[in-house]
């Protein structure tokens, strides 16, 4: 007869075998496949082991860790490793065995180890360095040249994501108001899932690598943030083989994840990307304005310079000219000058010709007349001969004349004689000094006669002329008007 | 004078730093300097322009996009 147990006591026997096999805590590796933190504040885990193939569950354990615990634990694994304590992840933790009757068996976690998880996953992200460095494609994305304006953006996130709105929210309400075109492609951000899914997104932007100018990859901020996705090498490759240059804001604080690394850019904080493409844009504006505005400045001056040297040459050429007419005036003051004493010696020499043709002048003319003068001489002398005959003839009859001229002077100097006589006697008759005699008198004034007392003036002095004598009297005083 | 289609942020900023240099050496004559001073002009407004205000065209594409 078969002995039969009833399941509690079979369950109470296997809790006695382990409790006295695993009498104190031990470590044990297992990588987190499931993590639940309940409300209550105790943590549920399922931890499994990988086989090689990386797909094959080998082994798998319940594990728990209760809320006094795990307020300790939480924070000196996340603070320690710089990641959250959740899925994905190896851990080395210290557990004690135990078996419930009803529950199983589960494990109990007492401590954890950070420095295995770090060590771990170092071990992982060397691996995954070593294969894009000898790949030759590690800085690829690096090397591609980030447009001076990333304008029209592809981004890759969760649409759900605090992150992606923050990230949108801020380019849109830029201060400077800049415009952008941006497009999401939805992907799955954390988990499992997540590699395929960021692969897929990049193979959707890929078609309209000509139109977009750059790619963002951003994940929700906080602490809640789960890097080990993307510590990833398919994403890594991915991204270093991607045509347009990718930055990456998927929010951590600590280490640089492996897509972090290989991104053209990498910045902490969708915030922070968009804070550095709008940078960007404000530095392509601040540099185009700083330009202009040196541009002008440099054609203003070169304006200025342009206007002194015109003024300069404005002078120098009113100096010139000045100049210039100066000279021509002296010339022409020479010239006048020299011109002048040209027509004083013209003159002198026009004179001193003119003279010699007057000498000789004269000289003709008195030969001339000498000529003539011999000529007429030489008639004169012909004459003399042919006159004499004829003027004899009027001799005679000038003789008779005068002689009878004679006879008739003589006869009327006869009568005149005659004449006389008679006249000197009637003269006798009215001689003054007969008159006188008579008793008339003969009055003068300023040696002459006085004729009418008109011409008198008072206190004048009179001269009466008597037959006998002469009487000087004054006027005493004149009466017009007959007596 | 006029913007080439296609024009990128970098070639009209390597054009007006061109312009500026050009000036700094003293190319230009004076009947030159205008000439570039209105083509710096554009170059800026399109600039300005293109970083404030919607192309419909770019919009267009990203609908486009939206769709596939």
């Known amino acids: 007869m078969t002995e039969r147990l009833s399941l509690s006591e079979l369950n109470g026997a296997v809790k006695k075998v382990l409790a006295s096999n695993f009498t104190t805590p031990v470590w044990v590796v297992g990588e987190i496949s499931e993590i639940n933190i309940h409300s209550n504040g105790h943590c549920y885990l399922t931890l499994i082991e990988k086989g090689d193939s990386e797909d094959r569950i080998v082994a798998q354990a319940r594990a728990t860790i209760w809320s006094y615990t795990f307020r300790m634990l939480r924070p000196f694994f996340e603070t320690t490793t710089g990641q959250q304590l959740t899925d994905g992840i190896k851990v080395l933790l210290q557990v004690s065995v135990e078996f419930h009757e009803m529950y199983g068996f589960s494990l109990n976690v007492r401590n954890i180890d950070p420095t295995y998880t770090l060590g771990a996953q170092a071990l992982k992200r060397r691996e995954i360095i070593r294969r894009l460095t000898d790949d030759g494609v590690i800085t690829m994305n690096k090397e591609l040249e980030l447009p001076l304006v990333p304008q029209k953006i592809a981004i890759i996130s969760s649409p759900s994501a605090a992150g992606y709105e923050d990230f949108m929210e801020q380019l849109a309400n830029n201060s400077n108001g800049y415009k952008f075109y941006t497009k999401l492609f939805p992907a799955v951000m954390q988990g499992n899932q997540a590699e395929q899914s960021i692969v897929n997104a990049l193979d959707r932007i890929y078609p309209h690598e000509d139109f977009f100018d750059v790619v963002v990859m951003i994940r929700g901020g906080g602490s809640q943030v789960d890097l080990s996705c993307f510590d990833n090498y398919n994403i890594a490759y991915h991204i270093t083989q991607f045509p347009l240059p990718v930055l990456t804001g998927i929010g951590h604080e600590k280490d640089d994840s492996i897509a972090d690394l290989v991104a053209h850019t990498r910045l902490k904080t969708p915030t922070a990307v968009a804070e550095f493409i709008l940078d960007g844009v404000a530095a392509f504006e601040v540099r185009m304005n700083l330009m202009q505005q040196e541009t002008i400045s440099l054609i203003e001056n070169r304006m200025e310079e342009e206007k002194e040297l015109l003024e300069e040459l404005t002078d120098e050429l009113s100096r010139l000219v000045r100049d210039q007419l100066g000279n021509k005036k002296k010339e022409l003051r020479e010239h006048s000058w020299r011109f002048q004493q040209e027509i004083k010696l013209t003159l002198q020499h026009s004179e001193h010709r003119i003279g010699k043709i007057l000498q000789r002048a004269g000289f003709l003319v008195d030969r001339y007349f000498l000529v003539h003068r011999q000529k007429i001489d030489k008639a004169r002398n012909i004459l003399d001969v042919k006159i004499p005959g004829s003027v004899q003839g009027r001799m005679e009859i000038l003789d008779h004349y005068i002689e009878k001229c004679n006879h008739l002077a003589v006869k009327r100097i006869d009568h005149e004689k005659h004449r006389i006589e008679l006249a000197g006697q009637k003269a006798i008759l009215s001689d003054p000094a007969n008159i006188l005699k008579k008793g008339y008198s003969i009055t003068t004034v300023r040696g002459k006669l006085v004729k009418e007392v008109a011409l008198l003036i008072n206190e004048e002095v009179l001269k009466t002329r008597f037959y006998d004598g002469n009487v000087l009297s004054k006027i005493i005083e004149i009466k017009p008007g007959k007596s | ?68």
């Open chain 2, 1 to 68: 004078m006029t913007i080439k289609k296609g024009l990128s942020y970098k070639e009209a900023i390597s054009e007006i730093e061109g312009i500026l240099q050009q000036i700094e050496n003293d190319e230009p004559d004076v009947d030159q300097l205008s000439e570039k001073v209105k083509r710096l002009s554009v170059l800026v407004t399109w600039c300005r322009e293109k970083l404030h205000q919607t192309e419909e065209e770019i919009e267009k594409i990203l609908k486009d996009i939206e769709k596939s």
